[in-house]
């Protein structure tokens, strides 16, 4: 029960964050007023994969996450990968090159990390599986785009 509404309240968050309206402001913004004087969409998705992968962000520092956090970090992916495979209406196109590069990076930190030598079974299994998820929908993201 705990961890539901835990999880459903993080997960509505993530959809508000990465919604094609809020992103259509921010580059709207950035356009209006200067990237210097706005939040853009990479320092978004930059802080946002941050601040859910923590575990995994820094070599060096990589430690295991608990039930909870690799929920919200499946979570995450399903927000990102939508972005890249099967946009919303109206989501800005450079939402969707960013959400691809976001992904390509994360991978690179979730392959240091699986060799890092210091994940339990658990996060072991979900670093793998997340890196096949990223690259499954990078794949697609192509696949879409032709």
Do not use: C
């Not at 999880?7 to 309206?21: D, H, K, R, W």
């Not at 996450?65 to 450079?94: C, E, F, G, N, S």
Request: hydrophobic content about 45%; overall charge positive.
């Amino acid at each position: 029960p705990y961890h539901e509404q835990a999880l459903g309240f993080q997960t509505a968050v993530l959809a508000q964050l990465v919604q094609p309206f809020r992103l259509a402001m921010i580059r709207d913004g950035e356009t209006r007023y200067g990237a210097a004087n706005m939040v853009t969409i990479p320092e978004l998705f930059t802080t946002l994969t941050r601040a859910v992968w923590g575990e995994v962000w820094t070599p060096g520092t990589v430690s295991n996450a608990d039930a909870i956090r690799r929920d919200l970090q499946r979570a995450y992916l399903d927000q990102m990968t939508a972005l890249v495979v099967k946009p919303p209406p109206r989501t800005p196109a450079d939402a969707r090159a960013v959400a691809r590069r976001t992904l390509k990076d994360l991978d690179r930190r979730l392959a240091a990390a699986s060799g890092s030598g210091t994940l339990n079974a658990y996060m072991a299994a979900h670093v793998d599986e997340s890196r096949a998820r990223i690259q499954k929908a990078l794949d697609a993201g192509l696949e879409a785009e032709r």
